[in-house]
Antibody
Framework: EVQLMESGGGLVQPGGSLRLSCAAS????????MDWVRQAPGKGLEWVGR??????????EYAASVKGRFTISRDNSKNLLFLQMNSLKTEDTAVYYC?????????????WGQGTLVTVSS | DIQLTQSPSFLSASVGDRVTITCRAS??????LAWYQQKPGKAPEVLIY???TLQSGVPSRFSGSGSGTEFTLTISSLQPEDFATYYC?????????FGQGTRLEIK
């Protein structure tokens, strides 16, 4: 059974940093692209970024709103996905989801974690 | 960036109704479109991918169609568990984007 579980959320001051983790199980983690998606309170879904699989060199893509501030990485030996968030702004307050991504002609986010809440406030 | 515009943003319907949600892309995205359902306090779940392919385990009352710039999600006969918010997502090019959502409520 595929499972994704985020952790690391919490309250942080503007300008601060936070690192989220996503523990994956039930599939061959290194073979899959992985995404982060966020949802501000009462708002819609916003794609944050992606890290590709081993075959694609673990390269990354980011939304413009986080590029240069957020970094996605992975530890395939521990089946962990990370989101390092720096220079946090109040508008980064959201529930952050990790999701397994299928690419190519069957593109979709087919499994999601339960989400972790990040609150940026003084 | 490719913008996705869903219509309507809010829909009130009854159990048994047939409903259709439209998603329009600001430029062509071939068939790289997925639909998600999200219930309050829960993560989204994929319903449809590649515009018209039903995700495994999703009831057959859900269907998708379209290509290029115009797409639809149809629920043939609403069930009580279908009242939720629905999002389209384009995966044709970066940045990946979502529609603003359609909230489906019980009439």
């Amino acid at each position: 059974e595929v499972q994704l579980m985020e952790s690391g959320g919490g309250l942080v001051q503007p300008g601060g940093s936070l690192r989220l983790s996503c523990a994956a199980s039930g599939f061959t983690f290194s073979d899959h692209f992985m995404d982060w998606v966020r949802q501000a309170p009462g708002k819609g879904l916003e794609w944050v970024g992606r890290i590709r699989d081993k075959g694609s060199g673990y390269t990354t893509e980011y939304a413009a709103s986080v590029k240069g501030r957020f970094t996605i990485s992975r530890d395939n030996s521990k089946n962990l996905l990370f989101l390092q968030m720096n220079s946090l702004k109040t508008e980064d307050t959201a529930v952050y989801y990790c999701a397994r991504s299928r690419h190519g002609s069957e593109s979709r986010l087919d499994y999601w974690g339960q989400g972790t809440l990040v609150t940026v406030s003084s | 960036d490719i913008q996705l515009t869903q219509s309507p943003s809010f829909l009130s319907a009854s159990v048994g109704d047939r409903v259709t949600i439209t998603c329009r892309a600001s430029q062509g995205i071939r068939s790289y479109l997925a639909w998600y359902q999200q219930k309050p306090g829960k993560a989204p779940e994929v319903l449809i991918y590649a515009a018209s392919t039903l995700q495994s385990g999703v009831p057959s009352r859900f269907s998708g169609s379209g290509s290029g710039t115009e797409f639809t999600l149809t629920i043939s006969s609403l069930q009580p568990e279908d009242f939720a918010t629905y999002y389209c997502q384009q995966l044709n090019s970066y940045p990946i984007t979502f529609g603003q959502g359609t909230r489906l409520e019980i009439k």
